[in-house]
T-cell receptor
């Protein structure tokens, strides 16, 4: 969906280091933003979300940052662990409807 | 909390037959559920939005007579692929909306021979 772009199809990080996954969106009307993690042949698992009234939300090793003026969303994972290796999708939504997904970024965390 | 199940997890059928996939929210009620399809190495494609007690809303290009959706209760939505053909082979995933977050089922792999 061109409304949501994850420009890096893949990312490789050393265990213990920080993983930064990026996402850009085009429509300033989106008001809720989410990150999902997906393993092959499984449904996405909800990780963390942030509403448009905030610019940061933290949950354990996962932090999501929102830059509304730049229409940019990022997910930081620190420290990265091998079990974090998966495809990460960002998703944006407006008024609880019409969730749009990015194409995903495959994260590989090397031991 | 917020667990969504799908059944079956995989199905193989002959061309021309119909296949029903169930999506259940196990520990919450969901007025709205969604059906997605994922092609290999691609993102999730929204097929339709399923609303309890009313007709589903289909995305552009999705044939509503081919992909029948029924949302008969607050915990169950079904997707029936009618007269399935090999090009319908795909990974189908449902989600259920709780507050502002969609929670996804594990997916159903459909192979039409």
């Amino acid at each position: 969906d061109q409304q949501v772009k994850q420009n890096s199809p893949s990312l490789s990080v050393q265990e213990g280091r920080i993983s930064i996954l990026n996402c850009d969106y085009t429509n300033s009307m989106f008001d809720y933003f989410l990150w999902y993690k997906k393993y092959p042949a499984e449904g996405p698992t909800f990780l963390i979300s942030i509403s448009s009234i905030k610019d940061k939300n933290e949950d354990g090793r996962f932090t999501v940052f929102l830059n509304k003026s730049a229409k940019h969303l990022s997910l930081h994972i620190v420290p990265s662990q091998p079990g974090d290796s998966a495809v990460y999708f960002c998703a944006v939504t407006r008024n609880n409807n019409d969730m749009r997904f990015g194409a995903g970024t495959r994260l590989t965390v090397k031991p | 909390g917020a667990v969504v199940s799908q059944h079956p997890s995989w199905v193989i059928c002959k061309s021309g037959t119909s296949v029903k996939i169930e999506c259940r929210s196990l520990d919450f009620q969901a007025t709205t559920m969604f059906w997605y399809r994922q092609f290999p190495k691609q993102s999730l494609m929204l097929m339709a939005t399923s609303n309890e007690g009313s007709k589903a809303t289909y995305e552009q290009g999705v044939e509503k007579d081919k992909f029948l959706i029924n949302h008969a209760s607050l915990t169950l939505s079904t997707l029936t692929v009618t007269s399935a053909h090999p090009e319908d082979s795909s990974f189908y995933i449902c989600s259920a909306l709780r507050i502002q977050t969609q929670y996804f089922g594990p997916g159903t792999r459909l192979l039409v021979l």
